[in-house]
């Protein structure tokens, strides 16, 4: 196949992969002149209409994923009766790859990865699909250390019927869960057990279960408790441990519900790594710059082991003060140690603490109003952010949200600026002297043009020297996750 070009467009140049259903291509793309990825189905099997159907299904699922940690499909199509899908191409190694090379990865550089890969699971389950096959295998890390999943070709919506047969096991065994490896049905908590075991793999260098035969290691999975992680790896916290033992508990009662919930412990776990170790990889400090939470909220009696959360919750004690240093002395000069760096010749304008609150007037009337006071409290660990919007605001009958704040007496502000950990999103300022229930009144007088908001972004305004005691960041668009945080406002003037 070296050689052939498909569609009259891309041309084939390098076996990467193979399987049982498929065969991945690198390949060229000379209309767009770039590097793609092709999964062609194996012509033996592609006259099977359902071996076809899960095929072209895999193109559709993820499809409807847009995340920055997701292996992006570009087209799909057939080329004389043998179905391909062109995914981006991504320069690197698998997760898999990496941990043969290096054996146990750095604590720090394992619990990013995890977060990474928790995060684009998470954009599946939104999207009503459940992954069904994770593991290192599934996972490249590219050449900026950024983990993407991928092999979406088991993947289950949530909604219907799949095409697995009733008591059929799909999945690798060495990372299945103990429902799927029963054959029975499979949700969203399947993938948090097999992601919980990915970790342990990343931490010790080795899968928790070694058997003859597949099916003897899927059976250790059902009924054999996961070999204690701390044991193989000493210097592992009991916090961490005590989040890989509830990802990889027996029954889905005991384990995580979310992998949401199992990503906001390790994010809290990665910045007492981080702070106890005094150094992390690349790959960790990429994961914390968006934390959205301060690692003094660590509770681990969220956690269900008692003895590893007493003696967790006496570390984080202990390093709690230290994690909030390490972030604060990293944190950039200004109004409070995470605002936007100051431009020459303006004042930053003074906000009481509870000036900020949140703007839902198309909605409940609440967009995280507990959370608002984060976004002036100088602490970049902490944030307000919006609801998740699986379907955007669209989907859900709104033109945006968004937050504003009280000066307390009006001030003609020249520039707000802002820090986000979720950059792409659409966003315009407006301003009034009073708090209109509607964003069309037209007591908000529009300051600043429409634009998408950088990780640092400074927005000029245009008051025309006209003072105001309320300026709003009126949202409009969602990034990636579709979900929008503020971690840092302030007004300058």
């Known amino acids: 196949m070296i050689g052939t070009l498909l569609s009259g467009r891309f041309r084939l140049d390098e076996k990467i992969g193979s399987g049982g259903m498929s065969t991945v291509y690198r390949a060229f793309d000379p209309t767009l002149e770039r ?41 799909a199509g057939e080329d004389e009766g043998a179905p391909y899908i062109v995914f981006e ?32 699971l998470s954009s599946a389950h ?38 697995t047969a009733p008591g059929r096991v799909l999945g690798t065994t060495d990372y299945v869960s103990p429902e799927q490896a029963m054959g029975h049905d499979v949700a969203a908590q399947s993938d948090v057990y097999s992601l919980g075991v990915c970790l342990y793999e990343m931490l010790t260098g080795e899968v928790p279960y070694r058997a003859d035969t597949q099916v003897a290691v899927a059976m250790q999975h059902v009924k054999e408790p996961l070999p204690d992680v ?48 005094g150094e992390t990889s690349g790959e960790a400090t990429s994961v914390l710059r968006t934390l959205p939470g301060d690692t003094a909220d660590f ?15 006496v570390l984080v004690l202990a390093l709690a003060a230290g994690a909030i240093a390490w972030f604060v002395t990293r944190a950039e000069p200004g109004p409070g140690p995470a605002v936007a760096p100051k431009s020459p010749g303006l ?14 007037p198309e909605g409940d009337g609440e967009e995280s109003p507990e959370q608002a006071r984060n976004a002036i409290d100088g602490n970049r660990t902490t944030n307000w952010d919006t609801e998740t919007y699986s379907g955007g605001f669209q989907g859900s009958g709104k033109r945006g949200v968004g937050l504003y704040v009280d000066t307390g007496k009006p001030v003609a502000a020249r520039q707000l600026a802002l820090v986000t950990a979720t950059p792409g999103y659409q966003a315009k300022v407006y301003a009034s002297n009073t708090v209109p229930d509607d964003i069309t009144s037209k007591d908000w007088t529009p300051v600043s043009g429409a634009g998408k908001v950088k990780q640092d972004e400074r927005i000029a305004l245009d008051t025309a020297r006209k003072e105001f005691r309320y300026y709003l960041v009126w949202i409009t668009g969602l990034p990636p996750g579709n979900k929008a945080d503020i971690r840092e406002l302030a007004l300058r003037r």
């Not at 847009?66 to 087209?75: A, C, E, G, L, Y």
């Not at 210097?235 to 027996?250: D, F, G, M, Q």
């Not at 509770?299 to 919750?313: D, E």
């Not at 004042?347 to 839902?360: E, I, M, N, P």
Request: hydrophobic share 40%.
């Open 89 to 120: 191409y991504v320069e690197g190694e698998t997760l898999k790859e990496r941990i043969r090379r290096m054996g146990r990865l750095p604590v720090s550089e394992a619990v990013a990865y995890a977060i990474e890969i928790g995060r684009a």
């Open 35 to 75: 590097w793609v990825a092709i999964k062609m189905m194996h012509r033996d099997i592609s006259s099977d209409p359902d071996q076809l159907e899960r095929f072209r299904r895999e193109a559709r699922t993820v499809a409807r994923l847009n995340h920055p940690h997701v292996v992006t499909v570009i087209d």
């Open 347 to 360: 004042a930053t304008v003074k906000l009481g603490s509870d000036a900020a609150s949140d703007y839902d």
């Open 230 to 277: 701390q044991r193989r790896r000493p210097e592992i916290s009991a916090a961490l441990a005590a989040v890989i033992e509830r990802a990889t508990a027996k029954e889905t009662r005991h384990r995580y519900a979310t992998v949401d919930a199992m990503v906001h412990d390790l994010e809290e776990v990665l910045a007492i790594e981080a702070a106890r170790t």
């Open 126 to 163: 939104q999207n009503r699909l459940v992954h069904r096959d994770v593991k290192p295998q599934n996972v490249l890390i590219d050449h900026d250390g950024r983990a993407k999943v991928t092999d979406f070709g088991i993947a289950r919506s949530l909604e219907g019927h799949g095409l």
């Open 299 to 313: 509770a681990p009696g969220r956690l269900r082991h008692p003895r590893r959360a007493l003696i967790a919750s």
